[in-house]
């Protein structure tokens, strides 16, 4: 069983930064992807960023370069840190975890998992 826990959404002027955290526990196995996304009120959940249990990082077009993905692949912990975040940015965060689990010694095929989300607002 994986779980997956995100704390540190809440209300920011614009212009604003916040920093998202992310725990995964359960029998991961240690090769795996890990990253955010999120889903705006009436609109489609959309990727934000992934990084893999090596550290390479893939970014959504449209962040220009505002939030930083980066993880602890010893402890299956990721963050997101955002910056000069705009009204646009509203959406609930969800923590997604893709990879395998060890049952009984037992390499499953890999999944997604996710996490409960966090909401993050941003007023203008």
């Known amino acids: 069983q994986v779980q997956l826990v995100e704390s540190g959404g809440g209300l920011v002027q614009a212009g604003g930064s916040l920093r998202l955290s992310c725990a995964a526990s359960?029998?991961?196995?240690?090769?795996?992807?890990m990253g955010w996304y999120r889903q705006a009120p009436g609109k489609q959940r959309e990727l934000v960023a992934t990084i893999t249990s090596g550290g390479d990082t893939n970014y959504a077009d449209f962040l220009k370069g505002r939030f930083t993905i980066s993880r602890d692949s010893s402890k299956n912990t990721v963050w997101l840190q955002m910056n000069s975040l705009s009204p646009d940015d509203t959406a609930v965060y969800y923590c997604n975890l893709f990879g395998s689990t060890r049952t009984a010694g037992i390499l499953r095929a890999p999944m997604d998992y996710w996490g409960k989300g966090t909401l993050v607002t941003v007023s203008s």
């Open positions: 359960g029998s991961i196995d240690s090769m795996n992807i």
